[in-house]
């Protein structure tokens, strides 16, 4: 099975700018590349800070702009977002029975498990005990399937402080639901870094946001070192017998080379895009 990531789009209402950038234009490039080269893809997940501000007219932008992808959509909750702005716009997303914007899908590769960890009075995530009821349940009727789970706080500390002061703030309890479950593979938005590794034997993955990234500087003691880094999206493959994860960068202008060893030396390293001249 083949599904899309992408993460933390901020976007703001058409005319608004978020460090001196429009959002959504990155957001229309990326789905513009998305669904020329992906439309394969069985399912696009988008882990939360869909806006920066919360706006219904942002979450608006966001519909219209789907309207592209060949392939069903599941949208996050992030800590930027507001629930009752997007589920006025979005009234179709499925929500649990307390309005919490999770849900669950079957499929072949396993069952995908969308949560919410939005907390409403901080930028730091929260899985109270109705969502954690929630969870415990949809964990219990997979009977030992293999779960993939897809959240925007991270539950651990990534070791770096200004991801760390806006975790899940109850990560440990959060774990400890998971115990005993066949957890295959944990994505997660929020931190705006290509970041993998595994927590409690658990595989995850996050990548970089949208619109703007954190810049890798372990010296900064306060505040959030914001940069302009490339944006991506991730294309994963679930097999049976392995997850594999490529992230892209599809805003990069870079030259590109054909490299064939087989071909004379002038026309080895020619770019891609004068090959065709020769």
Not at 93 to 98: G, I, S, T, W
Request: charged residues 25%; aromatic residues 8%; contains cysteine.
């Amino acid at each position: 099975m083949k599904i899309i990531q992408i993460t933390d789009l901020h976007l703001v209402p058409t005319g608004d700018r978020l460090f001196d950038n429009d959002p959504g234009e990155r957001l229309i490039a990326c789905l513009a590349d998305v669904a020329e080269h992906h439309a394969d893809a069985e399912l696009c997940v988008i882990t939360g800070d869909l806006a920066h501000h919360g706006e219904r007219s942002a979450y608006a932008r966001l519909h219209e702009a789907l309207k592209v992808l060949p392939m069903p959509v599941r949208l996050l909750m992030g800590n930027h977002d507001d629930r009752a702005n997007f589920r006025s716009v979005f009234s179709e997303a499925p929500v649990d029975d307390f309005g919490f914007v999770q849900s669950v899908l079957d499929t072949a590769a396993g069952r995908f498990l969308f949560l919410d960890t939005k907390r409403s009075d901080s930028h730091a995530g929260l899985y109270c005990e109705r969502r954690q009821a929630w969870l415990r349940a949809r964990l219990e009727e997979a009977h030992g399937r293999p779960i993939y789970l897809f959240m925007h706080h991270p539950p651990l500390s990534v070791h770096f402080r200004p991801a760390d002061d806006i975790m899940l703030d109850d990560g440990a309890a959060f774990g400890r639901i998971l115990d005993g479950h066949s957890i295959r593979h944990l994505f997660f938005g929020h931190v705006h870094r290509p970041i993998t590794g595994s927590w409690q034997n658990i595989p995850f993955s996050t990548l970089r946001g949208l619109n703007h990234q954190l810049w890798l500087d372990f010296s900064h003691e306060r505040g959030i070192p914001c940069s302009m880094e490339p944006p991506a999206y991730a294309i994963a493959f679930l097999n049976a017998d392995a997850v594999v994860i490529h992230t892209h960068d599809f805003l990069d202008t870079s030259t590109k080379y054909l490299y064939e060893p087989d071909l004379p030396v002038e026309r080895q390293v020619v770019p891609i895009a004068r090959r065709s001249q020769l």
